[in-house]
């Protein structure tokens, strides 16, 4: 059965920081890009960051640019997403995906994780 696992969500005051990860089980993980996104009660889900299979490019959606880093981890099977300097805007429910190809489009990820919740105070 092939997984996407998140962990590392929870409550922060804002200017606070939190480290995601997201562990991926019975696939090659290696060959894949992976992304997270995040969707916030009433609103889309929406693209947050994504690396590169080898880990060598990374994109990032512009409201969170400078603040959060994305990073994998090949032999772990796992991917991270470091947030600093956290807004209260940040609060939604991150989710992390898997993709076939090099893209930052929703539509293109074809296996997602259950989502962890990132509440931001003000």
């Known amino acids: 059965q092939v997984q996407l696992v998140e962990s590392g969500g929870g409550l922060v005051q804002a200017g606070g920081s939190l480290r995601l990860s997201c562990a991926a089980s019975?696939?090659?993980?290696?060959?894949?890009?992976m992304g997270w996104f995040r969707q916030a009660p009433g609103k889309e889900r929406e693209f947050v960051a994504a690396?590169?299979?080898?880990?060598?490019?990374?994109d990032y959606a512009n409201s969170v640019r400078g603040r959060f880093t994305i990073s994998r981890d090949n032999a772990k099977n796992t991917v991270y997403l470091q947030m600093n300097s956290l807004k209260p805007e940040d609060t939604a429910v991150y989710y992390c995906?898997?993709?076939?190809?090099?893209?930052?489009?929703?539509?293109?990820?074809?296996?997602w994780g259950q989502g962890t919740q990132v509440t931001v105070s003000s």
């Open positions: 995906a898997l993709a076939g190809l090099w893209t930052s489009r929703l539509h293109d990820y074809d296996l």
């Open positions: 019975g696939r090659t993980f290696s060959i894949y890009t």
């Open positions: 690396i590169s299979a080898s880990g060598g490019n990374s």
